[in-house]
């Protein structure tokens, strides 16, 4: 966890996200936050009932395909020799996938909603 935790510090630090003298405050909530995860997935111990595993699985196809298209297209952009005037970094294809999973979990989480109160 100590390895998670000096990986974000060394990424917000190089980004200028935060100062120095702000890196105890920082650890300090990076180790609450990882607490907090601990105790509710060790405390939830509730199982997925057959509808909602049916519309997880229509989620995840969904989701699957997007992430193909997603990461075919960056591919394309990345190795293409038509895209050479674009040069793009390590951390700006870092930060792409990064907003990648952002987008795909956004997405999860409101085609659930949105299949679960239509009752697909």
Do not use: H
């Not at 995840?60 to 020799?81: E, K, N, Q, V």
């Not at 390590?90 to 956004?106: A, E, G, K, Q, Y």
């Amino acid at each position: 966890m100590l390895e998670i935790q000096l990986t974000i510090m060394a990424a917000l630090s190089k980004y200028n996200f935060i100062r120095d003298d702000f890196s105890p405050i920082i650890q300090l909530i990076c180790y609450i936050g990882m607490l907090t995860v601990i105790i509710l997935g060790l405390k939830q111990k509730e199982s997925a009932d057959e509808y909602a595993r049916l519309i997880l699985g229509k989620i995840d196809s969904i989701c699957i395909t997007f992430i193909m298209i997603i990461l075919m297209i960056l591919a394309a952009f990345i190795g293409g020799p038509m895209f050479k005037k674009y040069s793009m970094t390590r951390d700006d294809i870092s930060m792409l996938l990064c907003l990648i999973l952002v987008i795909i979990t956004t997405l999860k989480a409101f085609l659930f909603l949105l299949y679960n109160r239509r009752g697909i």
